[in-house]
Structures are given as structure tokens and as C-alpha cells.
């Protein structure tokens, strides 16, 4: 499904963007192969629910007025605060060329160490490079983790099976997700017993002590009585 988004071209003027805000616009770029940078205004309300549906691996259409331009959502600027898109990049890129990109992943399934063995699963990669023309970019790639059954398992990049048309570009042997050996916790029975060596470690030392001031005042009680010559 490619989505389309209409553009209306824009002076580059850096003190108006906030007034383009205020009025719904986004203020954007597209650029790309054979495509100098030329900015932009896009409804915000379009490019969100575009963000939303397509992310920044599916294909979109911007409406322009030299034509319709097929691009990827290859930028977006956050707000530090809200988290709400300030600007954004567009990527127009050549038709029957692929294009290299992250494409986020998508765990499913259940693993058989976490279920069953109290594994802690641990997702090492959230984004996974890929390469494929933009027509068949998937949006995210799905990894199933339900093929990790036992403790310390892995998938690797080379695990995981592509779609039709894209490639893997990431390192084969990276790895992708794991489930971890859970780390034990002692019992509370294992509590109380270090708590007891503790008190008689630390009882043994007193009565050592006690013995040896005792031996100590022994010593100067005898030398008070042995006569002088």
C-alpha cells in the first residue's frame, strides 16, 4: 500500500517555520538521487498517520507540483519535549534501484526457555538492515522466537527467514535475540544460615578476645605477686 501525502513547496525561511506550525503544517525536505534539496510544507495531520501506517520503510507518494515523487520517510526531527515531530526528510530514490535500510523488528512467539525454564529473554537488535527495491521494503521484519528452547539460545541475523525480494545487509552472525539463564536467588533458609555463621564467626572472635584479655590481667595479677629478690 503506498500512501499519498500532498506538498506545497516553501521559502527556506527559518523564522516562519514556527507560524507554518501553528497553521497544521509540517515543515519538511525531500532530496535523493538526481534530486536536489528542495523544502516543503506537508498537512502535520497527514504525515502523522503516514508515520504511523509506514514508519520509515514503506513507500510514499508525495504530491508535488513538479509531479508525484515515490520516497522514503528517511528522516524525522522530535520535539525533546512532546516527542512531536518538528521536520522531516524525505528520500526520493530511483526507480528499479534498491535501497539499503533499518527495517525495525517485530519479535513473535513463544519461547520454550522463558515459558518453561524461567529464561529472561534479552532482544539484543531492534532494527535489522536489509536491502530490497522500495516497492517490496517490508514495513517491519518479524523474528519468532519460539525456536529458542533451551537456556542461553540464540537467533543470529542469518536465522531469519527474509521476505521475498529483500536481502539481508546485516552482520550473519549478529545476534538478534537471546534467553538468558535466570541468575539464582538464595533461599531464605541459605539467608539464615549465612546470618548464623556470621554470629558465630563474629561469637568465636569475642570469646577469643575475652580470652586473651583475660590471659593478659592473669599475667599482671602473678607479676604483682612474685616478690622483688
Not at 161 to 183: F, Q, R, S, W
Amino acid at each position: 500500500m503506498i500512501i499519498n501525502i500532498k506538498a506545497e513547496k516553501r521559502e527556506k525561511i527559518g523564522g516562519r517555520l514556527k507560524a507554518l506550525r501553528d497553521e497544521g503544517f509540517l515543515p519538511a525536505v525531500y532530496y535523493g538521487h538526481k534530486k536536489e534539496s528542495t523544502p516543503i510544507k506537508i498537512k502535520k495531520n497527514e504525515f502523522l498517520k503516514a508515520w504511523k501506517n509506514a514508519g520509515e520503510s514503506t513507500v510514499v507518494k508525495l504530491s508535488t507540483p513538479e509531479g508525484e515523487l515515490e520516497a522514503l520517510i528517511h528522516a524525522v526531527d522530535l520535539d525533546p519535549i512532546t516527542d512531536i515531530p518538528r521536520h522531516a526528510d524525505f528520500y526520493i530514490f530511483e526507480k528499479g534501484h534498491k535501497v539499503e535500510i533499518e527495517v525495525p523488528i517485530e519479535f513473535v512467539g513463544v519461547s520454550l526457555a522463558v515459558k518453561d525454564l524461567g529464561g529472561v529473554l534479552m532482544k539484543i537488535l531492534r532494527e535489522i538492515k536489509v536491502m530490497a527495491e522500495p516497492s517490496n521494503l517490508p514495513a517491519k521484519i518479524e523474528v519468532d522466537i519460539s525456536f529458542i528452547f533451551e537456556l542461553e539460545g540464540q537467533i543470529l541475523a542469518k536465522d531469519i527467514v527474509m521476505p521475498e525480494g529483500v536481502e539481508l545487509m546485516e552482520n550473519a552472525d549478529e545476534v538478534v535475540a537471546t534467553v538468558a539463564t535466570p541468575k539464582e536467588e538464595k533461599t531464605e533458609e541459605e539467608n539464615q544460615s549465612a546470618d548464623l555463621s556470621q554470629i558465630e564467626v563474629e561469637k568465636k572472635g569475642k570469646e577469643k578476645e575475652g580470652e586473651k584479655r583475660e590471659e593478659t590481667e592473669t599475667k599482671k595479677e602473678d607479676l604483682k605477686e612474685t616478690p622483688k629478690e
